[in-house]
């Protein structure tokens, strides 16, 4: 099985950064990015197949978030600027097992979340 812990949410204006790590044990994986605003499905932001290539973003997202990894230390990150009010969301990590990344139903391993607020 696979285990994931997500750190680096917080409090931060609008327009600022913030960066999410998210820790990965037992396998290397594809990685994805979901959130949850308030009263809001859940949504894909972001995705990062194992062997490299092409990466994903949601198009809310594009061009203010950047997907990386860091295969050494088991870690994928999420890297967010230009922040808006509209981007807060508890923010999860997640291992693909297969099928449409952009659905949440195609992993299999969550991690626990981290809320991330940006304030006007």
């Known amino acids: 099985q696979v285990q994931l812990v997500e750190s680096g949410g917080g409090l931060v204006q609008a327009g600022g950064s913030l960066r999410l790590s998210c820790v990965a044990s037992?396998?290397?994986?594809?990685m994805g990015w979901f959130r949850r605003a308030p009263g809001k499905e859940r949504e894909f932001v972001a995705y990062?197949?194992?062997?490299?290539?092409?990466?994903y973003y949601a198009d809310s997202v594009k061009g203010r978030f950047t997907i990386s990894r860091d295969d050494a230390k088991n870690t994928g990150y999420l890297q967010m600027s230009s922040l808006k009010p509209e981007d807060t969301a508890v923010y999860h990590c997640?291992?693909?097992?297969?099928?449409?990344?952009?659905?949440?139903?195609?992993?299999?391993?969550w991690g626990q979340g981290t809320q991330v607020t940006v304030s006007s």
């Open positions: 037992g396998r290397t994986i594809s």
């Open positions: 997640a291992s693909h097992r297969s099928g449409n990344y952009w659905l949440s139903s195609s992993y299999d391993y």
């Open positions: 990062a197949p194992w062997r490299g290539g092409s990466v």
